[in-house]
Protein backbone atom coordinates (compact mmCIF):
# COMPACT_ATOMS: atom_id res chain seq x y z
CA UNK A 1 0.00 0.00 0.00
CA UNK A 2 1.22 3.34 -0.81
CA UNK A 3 2.18 5.60 1.98
CA UNK A 4 3.00 9.41 1.43
CA UNK A 5 4.86 11.19 4.08
CA UNK A 6 5.22 14.95 4.30
CA UNK A 7 7.74 16.52 6.32
CA UNK A 8 8.02 18.92 7.85
CA UNK A 9 4.36 18.86 8.90
CA UNK A 10 4.69 22.82 9.77
CA UNK A 11 7.33 25.78 8.35
CA UNK A 12 7.95 29.09 9.50
CA UNK A 13 9.81 31.71 7.97
CA UNK A 14 10.17 35.44 7.12
CA UNK A 15 9.20 36.60 4.26
CA UNK A 16 11.61 36.80 1.01
CA UNK A 17 13.06 33.34 2.27
CA UNK A 18 13.55 30.63 -0.14
CA UNK A 19 12.29 26.91 1.26
CA UNK A 20 11.76 23.63 0.51
CA UNK A 21 9.02 21.10 0.84
CA UNK A 22 9.76 17.71 1.69
CA UNK A 23 7.66 14.34 -0.13
CA UNK A 24 8.24 11.25 0.23
CA UNK A 25 6.68 7.66 -0.71
CA UNK A 26 7.02 3.98 -0.32
CA UNK A 27 6.10 2.82 -3.75
CA UNK A 28 8.00 3.86 -6.75
CA UNK A 29 5.68 2.60 -9.18
CA UNK A 30 3.92 6.14 -9.78
CA UNK A 31 2.32 7.80 -12.88
CA UNK A 32 2.59 11.11 -10.91
CA UNK A 33 2.99 13.30 -8.47
CA UNK A 34 0.86 16.67 -7.85
CA UNK A 35 1.42 19.47 -5.77
CA UNK A 36 -1.45 21.30 -4.36
CA UNK A 37 -2.25 24.53 -2.07
CA UNK A 38 -4.90 24.39 0.07
CA UNK A 39 -6.52 27.71 1.70
CA UNK A 40 -7.88 27.48 5.23
CA UNK A 41 -11.64 26.28 4.63
CA UNK A 42 -10.72 26.35 1.40
CA UNK A 43 -10.59 23.41 -1.37
CA UNK A 44 -7.73 22.26 -3.75
CA UNK A 45 -5.63 24.40 -6.28
CA UNK A 46 -3.23 21.97 -8.24
CA UNK A 47 0.46 23.88 -8.28
CA UNK A 48 2.20 21.52 -10.56
CA UNK A 49 1.69 17.72 -11.95
CA UNK A 50 4.99 16.06 -12.58
CA UNK A 51 4.58 13.15 -15.11
CA UNK A 52 7.19 9.53 -13.66
CA UNK A 53 8.92 10.48 -16.72
CA UNK A 54 9.42 13.48 -15.73
CA UNK A 55 12.47 15.23 -13.67
CA UNK A 56 11.06 18.75 -12.64
CA UNK A 57 8.38 20.89 -13.44
CA UNK A 58 8.34 25.02 -12.41
CA UNK A 59 6.13 27.51 -12.59
CA UNK A 60 6.45 30.69 -11.48
CA UNK A 61 8.79 30.95 -8.32
CA UNK A 62 7.43 27.14 -8.03
CA UNK A 63 9.79 24.50 -8.67
CA UNK A 64 8.97 20.79 -8.41
CA UNK A 65 11.54 17.72 -8.71
CA UNK A 66 11.18 14.09 -9.10
CA UNK A 67 13.44 11.06 -7.94
CA UNK A 68 11.67 7.83 -8.14
CA UNK A 69 14.16 5.80 -7.49
CA UNK A 70 14.39 6.89 -4.16
CA UNK A 71 10.68 7.98 -3.65
CA UNK A 72 10.96 11.76 -2.93
CA UNK A 73 9.67 14.90 -4.13
CA UNK A 74 10.56 18.84 -3.02
CA UNK A 75 8.48 21.42 -4.00
CA UNK A 76 10.91 24.83 -3.82
CA UNK A 77 9.39 28.30 -3.55
CA UNK A 78 11.44 30.80 -4.14
CA UNK A 79 11.72 34.53 -2.32
CA UNK A 80 8.65 33.56 -0.30
CA UNK A 81 6.03 36.09 0.29
CA UNK A 82 3.19 36.37 3.08
CA UNK A 83 0.82 35.48 0.03
CA UNK A 84 2.20 31.63 0.10
CA UNK A 85 1.42 31.12 3.49
CA UNK A 86 -1.26 27.62 3.13
CA UNK A 87 -1.09 24.05 3.51
CA UNK A 88 0.96 22.20 0.51
CA UNK A 89 0.20 18.46 0.00
CA UNK A 90 1.77 15.93 -1.72
CA UNK A 91 -0.36 13.26 -3.59
CA UNK A 92 1.31 10.41 -5.62
CA UNK A 93 -0.62 9.25 -8.60
CA UNK A 94 -1.29 5.64 -9.53
CA UNK A 95 -2.88 5.34 -12.56
CA UNK A 96 -5.86 8.31 -12.18
CA UNK A 97 -6.34 7.63 -8.29
CA UNK A 98 -3.90 10.07 -6.16
CA UNK A 99 -2.64 9.19 -2.47
CA UNK A 100 -1.95 12.13 0.11
CA UNK A 101 0.22 13.24 2.11
CA UNK A 102 -0.84 15.10 5.63
CA UNK A 103 0.71 18.04 4.33
CA UNK A 104 2.86 20.94 5.24
CA UNK A 105 1.83 23.88 6.98
CA UNK A 106 3.51 27.09 5.61
CA UNK A 107 3.42 30.52 7.46
CA UNK A 108 5.25 33.42 5.72
CA UNK A 109 5.56 36.55 8.25
CA UNK A 110 6.23 39.33 6.87
CA UNK B 1 -19.99 28.78 -13.76
CA UNK B 2 -17.37 26.76 -15.40
CA UNK B 3 -15.54 24.20 -13.26
CA UNK B 4 -16.52 21.72 -10.59
CA UNK B 5 -19.41 22.89 -8.11
CA UNK B 6 -20.12 21.04 -5.11
CA UNK B 7 -23.64 21.31 -2.90
CA UNK B 8 -24.40 21.39 -0.34
CA UNK B 9 -21.35 23.32 1.17
CA UNK B 10 -22.53 22.80 4.87
CA UNK B 11 -24.86 20.11 6.10
CA UNK B 12 -25.90 19.35 9.80
CA UNK B 13 -27.61 16.04 9.81
CA UNK B 14 -28.69 13.50 12.51
CA UNK B 15 -27.12 9.71 13.25
CA UNK B 16 -29.37 6.86 10.95
CA UNK B 17 -30.34 9.65 8.17
CA UNK B 18 -29.56 9.39 4.65
CA UNK B 19 -27.59 12.48 3.06
CA UNK B 20 -26.59 13.24 -0.61
CA UNK B 21 -24.01 15.31 -1.63
CA UNK B 22 -23.91 16.68 -5.46
CA UNK B 23 -20.95 17.48 -7.54
CA UNK B 24 -21.35 19.12 -11.15
CA UNK B 25 -18.61 19.45 -13.22
CA UNK B 26 -18.80 21.30 -16.67
CA UNK B 27 -15.41 20.17 -18.12
CA UNK B 28 -17.22 16.71 -19.51
CA UNK B 29 -13.68 14.85 -18.21
CA UNK B 30 -14.03 11.66 -17.75
CA UNK B 31 -13.07 10.58 -14.50
CA UNK B 32 -14.52 11.75 -10.95
CA UNK B 33 -13.44 10.98 -7.73
CA UNK B 34 -15.07 11.78 -3.74
CA UNK B 35 -12.84 12.29 -1.11
CA UNK B 36 -13.08 12.92 2.38
CA UNK B 37 -10.65 14.70 4.37
CA UNK B 38 -9.55 14.41 7.98
CA UNK B 39 -7.27 15.39 10.72
CA UNK B 40 -4.57 13.53 10.55
CA UNK B 41 -5.33 10.96 7.96
CA UNK B 42 -5.06 13.90 5.13
CA UNK B 43 -7.45 13.13 1.94
CA UNK B 44 -8.45 9.21 1.25
CA UNK B 45 -10.38 8.04 -1.78
CA UNK B 46 -13.88 7.00 -1.00
CA UNK B 47 -15.05 6.23 -4.53
CA UNK B 48 -14.11 7.12 -7.99
CA UNK B 49 -15.84 6.78 -11.77
CA UNK B 50 -14.18 6.50 -15.03
CA UNK B 51 -17.34 7.43 -16.88
CA UNK B 52 -21.06 7.40 -16.69
CA UNK B 53 -22.46 3.99 -15.61
CA UNK B 54 -18.75 3.16 -14.18
CA UNK B 55 -17.82 3.31 -10.48
CA UNK B 56 -15.47 1.95 -8.65
CA UNK B 57 -14.01 1.27 -4.72
CA UNK B 58 -11.60 3.56 -3.40
CA UNK B 59 -9.36 3.45 0.09
CA UNK B 60 -13.00 4.00 2.40
CA UNK B 61 -16.07 3.25 0.67
CA UNK B 62 -18.13 1.79 3.43
CA UNK B 63 -21.04 3.35 4.17
CA UNK B 64 -21.21 5.47 0.57
CA UNK B 65 -23.18 4.88 -2.36
CA UNK B 66 -22.47 6.55 -5.71
CA UNK B 67 -23.96 6.47 -8.94
CA UNK B 68 -23.34 8.38 -12.36
CA UNK B 69 -26.22 8.48 -15.15
CA UNK B 70 -24.74 11.14 -16.26
CA UNK B 71 -21.13 12.36 -17.04
CA UNK B 72 -21.12 15.92 -15.64
CA UNK B 73 -22.71 14.40 -12.02
CA UNK B 74 -21.30 11.86 -9.24
CA UNK B 75 -23.31 11.95 -6.34
CA UNK B 76 -22.63 10.65 -3.07
CA UNK B 77 -24.45 9.52 -0.50
CA UNK B 78 -24.74 8.50 2.85
CA UNK B 79 -27.15 5.86 3.31
CA UNK B 80 -27.60 6.02 7.19
CA UNK B 81 -24.66 8.82 8.59
CA UNK B 82 -22.93 8.23 11.29
CA UNK B 83 -20.51 10.51 13.70
CA UNK B 84 -17.53 9.10 12.27
CA UNK B 85 -18.13 10.08 8.44
CA UNK B 86 -18.31 13.70 10.01
CA UNK B 87 -15.53 14.98 7.50
CA UNK B 88 -15.02 17.92 4.99
CA UNK B 89 -16.17 15.56 1.69
CA UNK B 90 -14.05 16.96 -1.73
CA UNK B 91 -15.06 16.20 -5.50
CA UNK B 92 -12.32 15.92 -7.88
CA UNK B 93 -12.44 15.51 -11.88
CA UNK B 94 -9.93 14.79 -14.42
CA UNK B 95 -9.43 14.31 -18.26
CA UNK B 96 -8.89 10.84 -20.27
CA UNK B 97 -6.29 11.67 -22.83
CA UNK B 98 -4.60 9.31 -24.37
CA UNK B 99 -1.55 7.96 -22.12
CA UNK B 100 -1.07 10.77 -20.07
CA UNK B 101 -2.49 11.15 -16.60
CA UNK B 102 -3.40 14.57 -15.83
CA UNK B 103 -4.00 16.69 -13.09
CA UNK B 104 -7.13 16.23 -11.19
CA UNK B 105 -9.14 19.57 -10.17
CA UNK B 106 -11.10 20.00 -6.45
CA UNK B 107 -14.21 21.37 -5.92
CA UNK B 108 -14.70 23.83 -3.04
CA UNK B 109 -15.39 20.65 -0.59
CA UNK B 110 -18.99 20.03 1.99
CA UNK B 111 -18.92 20.29 5.48
CA UNK B 112 -20.68 18.09 7.09
CA UNK B 113 -21.48 17.25 10.53
CA UNK B 114 -23.66 13.91 11.70
CA UNK B 115 -24.49 14.68 15.25
Known amino acids: KQEVTQIPAALSVPEGENLVLNCSFT??????LQWFRQDPGKGLTSLLL?????REQTSGRLNASLDKSSGRSTLYIAASQPGDSATYLC?????????FGTGTRLLVSP | DAGITQSPRYKITETGRQVTLMCHQT?????MFWYRQDLGHGLRLIYY???????DKGEVPDGYVVSRSKTENFPLTLESATRSQTSVYFC??????????????FGPGTRLTVL
Open chain 2, 49 to 55: SAAADIT
Open chain 1, 27 to 32: DSAIYN
Open chain 1, 91 to 99: AVGSFQKLV
Open chain 1, 50 to 54: IQSSQ
Open chain 2, 92 to 105: ASTPLSGSSYNEQF
Open chain 2, 27 to 31: WSHSY
